[in-house]
């Protein structure tokens, strides 16, 4: 009986500092999120509306912003940053080399797009990270994980004016802007599934959502680009709403939104505010 009570007593010890480790683990873990999300995305991270396996992703942290990663596409799903206006750009160091990331499932080598056609598209943009973020989030842009492919018109045309506007035009504006940005692939998983670039899937167009969270209320601009552009075309002929890219991707995005806001953010085209009209057909930096 004694020997009995011992032993219980020693598994009972164990026990609670098994315990103690899971809650106190567990505790570090929820700081340790929402500590390195809260200064990457407003309102949650996008998760999806239905649950598929299309859709499902892991999340990926980095320097400077977050990866929704989908090991089916072996693509970012999506991809969420924050950006203001920047003084200079004194933050900025050289363009770095690609590096493969050893958290994808599927190994995406940094020549994997060679002889492809397709560029190494950026969906968090080198410039924006490094100028706010710095250095160490400007290596993380160049990991394979932050990459889709992305035809040269568009990347180093269309897309880049985009890019280059947010930070030269739009964070001036405001304090703070968040931005999420990721592929769209075509609705039948069958239709493309043989449509890659070795293991990366090739998407059929590009989004990316824009908001301005601190104005009196917040505004939104959201855009989709497909591969077959020209690259000079007026940047407000691709704006659409955030309901179309949630209809086209399957993801929620700003799920702790009211119903109320996300009703008039998400549900309509609203340039009222960003001047769009300056820089919509101003030529970008590689034009």
Request: proline content about 7%.
């Amino acid at each position: 009986m004694g020997k009995s009570l011992v032993r219980w007593r020693r598994q009972g010890r164990r026990f609670g500092i098994a315990l103690l480790f899971v809650v106190v683990g567990g505790g570090l873990w929820e700081y340790q999120e929402r500590h390195a999300l809260q200064n990457v995305v407003w309102m949650g991270a996008p998760t999806w509306d239905e649950l598929g396996f299309t859709n499902f992703h892991r999340v990926l942290r980095n320097d400077g912003f977050v990866v929704g990663w989908s090991d089916v596409r072996v693509n970012p799903l999506w991809v969420s940053y924050q950006v203001a206006a920047v003084a200079d750009d004194t933050r900025i160091g050289s363009r770095p080399g690609f590096r493969p990331d050893w958290r994808t499932l599927w190994p995406i080598g940094t020549d994997s797009y060679s002889g492809s056609g397709y560029d190494r598209g950026h969906m968090a943009p080198n410039y924006a990270i490094a100028a706010v973020h710095g250095r160490s989030a400007q290596l993380d842009t160049f990991l394979m994980s932050n990459m889709s492919p992305q035809k040269p018109n568009l990347n180093r045309q269309l897309w880049q004016r985009l890019e280059e506007s947010v930070m030269d035009h739009f964070a001036p504006r405001f304090d703070v802007l968040q931005v999420i940005t990721g592929p769209i692939f075509p609705e039948r998983f069958t239709d493309n599934v043989m449509n890659r670039v070795g293991l990366v899937e090739v998407p059929e167009a590009f989004y990316k959502i824009i908001v301005a969270p601190h104005a009196d209320a917040p505004l939104a601009l959201a855009f989709i680009m497909p591969q077959d552009v020209r690259g000079n075309e007026p940047l407000a002929d691709y704006l659409v709403t955030i309901d179309e890219i949630e209809a086209r991707t399957g993801l929620d995005f700003f799920p702790r939104l009211s119903p109320a806001t996300a009703s008039v953010l998400e549900g309509e085209v609203n340039t009222q505010g960003w001047a769009l009209e300056d820089v919509s057909k101003r030529p970008g930096r590689f034009q």
